[in-house]
Structures are given as structure tokens and as C-alpha cells.
């Protein structure tokens, strides 16, 4: 069968799961999706409509027949209901069928799947994304996959559709795992940004400049680069919420428990996020931290 023949499946159509489906149907997929919401179904197989898309009831229906199932939904609860709850895809998948996971989850339940999936003949492959809604939208995603080499092999093709940049990081487990890093390491220079910003202002000097000069040296990153603008309007629309930062967080903070690694900052900047939250900032995106220093 050919790439351009494929049968996929795409399960939740959220802001990452949604323009990531219509990637593949672009690259000539034959596509059908499942999303809780049948608005945000509607409007998916409306926008991709020349792509002859289906949708589905279920995640199994949605799942039954299919090459390859993508998932990428909230949370572990989430996961476990869309892919081993009842009506779930894992059950409705055929042998030799590949199922790839984009949600940010524990270790935990990305190894609790690859066991299920093994046991029935079904490649798995736990595969996080980072890049955010930009990211998706222009098909631009970073994705750290955790599972076995052939399968990875197998997927990248369609990885491609809407990645650029894909690497496997060990067996199962290992993507989830390098996500908690990556969200480790973010939460950490968006403190040190805010806390730039706020100082700048409170210097009497102008933000924007000092951006200009200080992100040509040692201290440019993404967020100074994309966010700066933003956090120095006070807007904070503009990217991941801080509710899934926090859990993103929570799943980095109990593996660090586990293992013993010690996370000082990022746990102090959990508690930052916590205080965002309590003043009704939930929805805001993760740079509002800069909002709790004006």
C-alpha cells in the first residue's frame, strides 16, 4: 500500500490534535477522526472536506480498520478512557496496526499502553510534542517518541507531515520522559524572563531595547524571541495554559521524587503557577507569570 493510501485514524481534535489531523489528510491520508465535541467534528470534516475525511462515534469505530491511530487528547485519565476504556481504539485495532500517542502523560501509563498494545500485536509508540499551537498550525512540531526502533521506522513518514524535528529517545517511556524535561527547562527561563522584563521596567529602562541587545548575546531563547512583545503589553493569550503547564509539571515533579532528581526551581516555579491560578489565570498562557510582578 502506498503512503498516499494509508488508512489513519486522528482521536481528539483539540488546538495541538486538530491542525495535526488535517496535516495528514493534506499529505493524502485517508483519515477518519473522533472528537468528543461533535461541533469541533463538524467543523474539522468541513474544513478538510476535498480530502473526502470521515468521522466516527467512537474511538474504536473511529480505530476499526485503520494502519495507524493518533492520539492526542488532555490528560492520563483522558488517554486511558480514549484508547483501553470502553469503546476505546486499542480493542477495535487490527494486528499489526501502529498506535501513536502525542499526548503530554506519565511515563507511567505510556508503558501501561505499550503493554496492552504489545499484547495484542499493536506497535505503540509514546510521542509528545512541543512547538505549541504555532507549532501545529504550521506543521512545525518538535517530537520526542519513546518505543521501539521498527515501529518508529514505520511512523516517521507521517511524523513528518506535520513535525520538524523527530528523534527516538529510548524504549517506551522515554518520550514522556524527555517531555518533562523540556517542560523543566521552559518553566525555568520563563521565570528568568519575567523576572528580566519586571526589572527593566522597574529600572525606568525601555523593555524592548534591552531586548534588542540582550538577545544577541548569551541570553536570547524561544520565549524571548516570541513572547517578550507580549509579556511587555501585559497580554497573555497568546500560547499554552497554564493549567497544562501545571500538569505537565506535576507529572515532572513526581518522576523527580521517584528517581531522586532535584528540581529546586522548576518546583518553585509550580507554586508560582498555583498563585496564577488562584487569581483566576488558569486559561492565560504560560508567560503570565511576568503578571504576578506587576
Request: charged share 20%; net charge negative.
Amino acid at each position: 500500500m502506498s503512503s498516499s493510501q494509508q488508512h489513519l485514524a486522528f482521536l481528539c481534535l483539540g488546538t495541538m490534535g486538530y491542525p495535526m489531523a488535517g496535516y495528514l489528510a493534506q499529505a493524502g491520508h485517508r483519515v477518519r477522526v473522533y472528537n468528543r465535541t461533535e461541533t469541533t467534528t463538524r467543523k474539522w470534516i468541513e474544513e478538510f472536506a476535498k480530502y473526502s475525511p470521515q468521522h466516527a462515534a467512537t474511538p474504536a469505530e473511529a480505530a476499526h480498520g485503520a494502519d495507524a491511530v493518533f492520539v492526542c487528547a488532555g490528560n492520563d485519565d483522558d488517554l486511558r478512557e480514549v484508547v483501553l476504556g470502553e469503546g476505546g481504539a486499542l480493542g477495535a485495532m487490527k494486528r499489526g496496526a501502529t498506535l501513536v500517542d502525542h499526548t503530554t502523560v506519565s511515563p507511567k501509563i505510556a508503558r501501561e499502553i505499550y503493554a496492552a498494545a504489545q499484547a495484542k500485536g499493536i506497535g505503540f509508540l509514546d510521542a509528545p510534542i512541543s512547538g505549541g499551537q504555532a507549532g501545529a498550525e504550521n506543521g512545525a512540531l518538535t517530537i520526542m517518541v519513546g518505543g521501539d526502533e521498527d515501529v518508529y521506522q514505520l511512523v516517521i513518514p507521517w511524523l513528518e507531515c506535520y513535525g520538524k524535528m523527530h528523534l527516538r529517545m529510548g524504549p517506551s517511556g522515554a518520550g514522556q520522559l524527555t517531555k518533562a524535561v523540556n517542560q523543566i527547562c521552559i518553566a525555568g527561563l520563563i521565570q528568568a524572563l519575567a523576572e528580566g522584563l519586571a526589572f527593566a521596567e522597574r529600572a525606568g529602562l525601555d523593555g524592548e531595547r534591552v531586548v534588542e541587545v540582550i538577545s544577541k548575546g548569551a541570553a536570547q531563547s524561544w520565549q524571548m524571541e516570541n513572547r517578550h512583545k507580549t509579556m511587555l503589553a501585559g497580554k497573555y493569550d497568546y500560547g499554552f495554559a497554564v493549567d497544562w503547564m501545571r500538569k505537565d509539571l506535576a507529572i515532572a515533579l513526581s518522576v523527580a521524587e521517584e528517581i531522586g532528581a532535584p528540581l529546586p526551581v522548576t518546583a518553585a516555579v509550580d507554586e508560582l503557577y498555583r498563585e496564577v491560578q488562584t487569581r483566576g489565570g488558569g486559561r492565560l498562557d504560560t508567560s503570565s507569570l511576568k503578571r504576578l510582578l506587576d
